[in-house]
């Protein structure tokens, strides 16, 4: 079954709001990518992290990898009609070989003006 | 610099047919991978092969898929004898070095596979 968990499925949000994205893992995680896709398109990598408790940010995007690292997290502050898109978390189990990523389902963002 | 290239972009096949997806890596990245996404769905990992070499094929059916990336030329993926279950967009990513490990992986257009 799913081992890593994205919520919420679908996010509506109104230009100008925040929101925040959760990925969850059963086990844990060797590291975590988070990639965007816009509709039609393919997956555009945004950021990877490793270390247990790291947080990077992107202008307005904020990424945590959770002390566990069985959890991450994307926030996106003052959100803009740009931003539509699905995003989604990959992370490679510390049971796998590297190489093999387990991606969430993906929360689609709707922006409304 | 190219990035990532798969062709055909849309395929149509009936069932029982073949299915041929090609996919040339960004240039000096030896390391590709193939995942299938449903619509309204993240992408499951299928394989990952370097130079001739299948390194985790633990996501690939067992049945009707291979994949390869030989020496000379592009990566396959090959679906024999298609059924309509198979009807997904593949996409294909490659690295430089080992994705996961500060190599981030540059994902193709896709391939729209559609089983009649």
């Known amino acids: 079954g799913q081992q890593v968990m994205q919520i919420p499925q679908y996010q509506h949000v109104q230009e100008g709001e925040d929101f925040t994205t959760y990925c969850n893992s059963s086990?844990?995680?060797?590291?975590i990518q988070w990639y965007k896709q816009r509709p039609g398109g393919h997956p555009v990598f945004l950021i990877q992290?490793?270390?247990?408790?790291e947080v990077k940010k992107q202008k307005r995007l904020t990424f945590q990898f959770g002390e566990a690292k069985k959890n991450s997290s994307l926030h996106i502050t003052a959100t803009q009609t740009t931003d539509v898109g699905t995003y989604f978390c990959?992370?490679?189990?510390?049971?796998?070989?590297?190489?093999?990523?387990?991606f969430g389902a993906g929360t689609q963002v709707v922006v409304t003006p | 610099n190219a990035g990532v290239m798969q062709n055909p972009r849309h395929l149509v096949r009936r069932r029982g047919q073949e299915a041929r997806l090609r996919c040339s890596p960004m240039?000096?990245?030896?390391?590709v991978y193939w995942y299938r996404q449903l619509p309204e769905e993240g992408l499951k990992f299928m394989v990952y092969?370097?130079?001739?070499?299948?390194?985790?094929e633990s996501g690939m059916p067992k049945e009707r898929f291979s994949a390869e990336f030989p020496k000379e030329g592009p990566s396959i993926l090959r679906i024999q004898q298609v059924v309509r279950g198979d009807s997904a967009a593949y996409f294909c990513?490659?690295?430089?070095?080992?994705?996961?490990?500060?190599?981030?992986?540059?994902f193709g257009p896709g391939t729209r596979l559609t089983v009649l």
């Open positions: 992290l490793v270390k247990s408790g």
């Open positions: 990959a992370g490679t189990m510390t049971t796998d070989s590297w190489g093999k990523f387990q």
């Open positions: 092969l370097q130079k001739e070499n299948i390194i985790d």
């Open positions: 086990t844990t995680l060797s590291n």
């Open positions: 990513a490659s690295s430089m070095g080992l994705a996961g490990l500060y190599n981030e992986q540059f």
């Open positions: 240039k000096g990245h030896s390391h």
